[in-house]
Nanobody, 118 residues
Framework: QVQLVESGGGLVQPGGSLRLSCAAS???????MGWYRQAPGKQRELVAS???????HYAESMKGRFTISRDNAKNAIYLQMNSLKPEDTAVYYC?????????????WGQGTQVTVSS
């Protein structure tokens, strides 16, 4: 089992940048990781993912603005967010997925608030 703790959220002006971090415990290197977000009144959606081998995937609207990365030595993943827009305002969650006998087990962090506003 992995425990996840996000940090780095806050208030930023449109066009600004933030870097989110997710610190993990446990056998982190075996987990596929991802960032999700949930805006008020909306469903939680995928922002970006990075699997245990380092392959990345981005939601279409985040391509070119957001970058996901992982550092297995530090048991952490990051989300660099540039050119932020008001519609990026949401709670951002870190998720870890571990596969056992091809069955996925998901673990979530508590979330960190990102607010983009002037």
């Amino acid at each position: 089992q992995v425990q996840l703790v996000e940090s780095g959220g806050g208030l930023v002006q449109p066009g600004g940048s933030l870097r989110l971090s997710c610190a993990a415990s446990g056998r982190f290197s075996l987990y596929d990781m991802g960032w999700y977000r949930q805006a008020p009144g909306k469903q939680r959606e995928l922002v970006a993912s990075i699997n245990s081998r380092g392959y990345t995937h981005y939601a279409e609207s985040m391509k070119g603005r957001f970058t996901i990365s992982r550092d297995n030595a530090k048991n952490a993943i990051y989300l660099q967010m540039n050119s932020l827009k008001p519609e990026d305002t949401a709670v951002y969650y870190c998720k870890g997925t571990y596969y056992s006998d091809y069955v996925p087990y998901d673990y979530w962090g508590q979330g960190t608030q990102v607010t983009v506003s002037s």
